[in-house]
């Protein structure tokens, strides 16, 4: 609780606009991916690169970007000249994107975003930790024509989505791994002299991935710790001399009401103090 007081808390600080409705989690997805998931058809990490962890490694740059942002979603998107402000360290830039996002849809909340987006990046981070095991595999492979063709061939069936799909996710157990191997050796005949060879590759590459998803998201874990940490830091500093809340009251009569909170319409004044109440019970549980 503690947490997503502090989060929330943030994040209003910076966005003082008074909504209502039910958040829709689609068009918040559209919006985050246009600025984390850029490229994802190419690139399965890119989430993670993005948005999760800089151990992720660097994201592919490729014009295909400029596809994220087209289509009939724009209005929820983040337009091509606002992504070139966007900070290139991926916890800052998850941070960024929430913030205009939380402005561009409406109803939606910081918690929203933890609830339905968080897991994304992680699924994006364990694309992230398998993919550089297919790619040292695919290096591995023997040279030699029929070696070449049969580890091709086999590789692509056993991370078919029946099967046990690219991040291993449906061959955790050893008898699953098994029963699917077996079904993609029957299926690439004249394969057999290479089966031991390629089943050692790929289990070997199963067992890693599950280990790198591990690692990955422990990793994102503290990264979002520290965030989180430094976030509840500025909170505080914020609640020191009632300061968020006199801000607020601020804003809400310069944006929102009609005479400015002016002598004379002290009414507005109150409205406003009413609206702001809430920052007196946010920095209460933050001390």
Known sequence: MRIRTFVFFNVLLAFPSFVYGACSVANLTRCLDSVCAINIGANPAARCQYCGSASAGEPTKSTAMKT??????????ISDKELKKAPSDPGERYVWGT??????????TPDDVEENYDKLIEQSCTAAGISAE???LA???????????????????????????????????????????????????????????????????????FANASKLLNAIIESYKSAREQKLANAQ?????????????ERVCANNMRNKCAIGFEYESTVAEQLCKFYDTACERLK
């Open 134 to 136: 297919m790619e040292n």
């Open 139 to 209: 290096k591995k492979v023997n040279t030699k024509k029929n070696n070449s063709t049969c580890s091709t061939e086999i590789s692509a069936c056993i991370i078919d989505a029946k099967r046990c799909t690219a991040d291993y996710r449906n061959c955790e157990s050893d008898a699953d791994f098994d029963k699917y191997f077996s079904e993609c050796s029957i299926e690439s005949v004249g394969c057999d002299e290479f089966l031991a060879s390629i089943r050692s590759e790929l289990d070997s590459s199963r067992k890693t991935a």
């Open 237 to 249: 500093q914020s609640c020191k001399n009632n300061k968020a809340r006199l801000e607020c009251i």
């Open 99 to 108: 913030k205009l996002c939380l402005e561009k849809v409406s109803g939606c």
């Open 68 to 77: 994220v942002s087209a289509g009939a979603s724009a209005r929820y998107n």
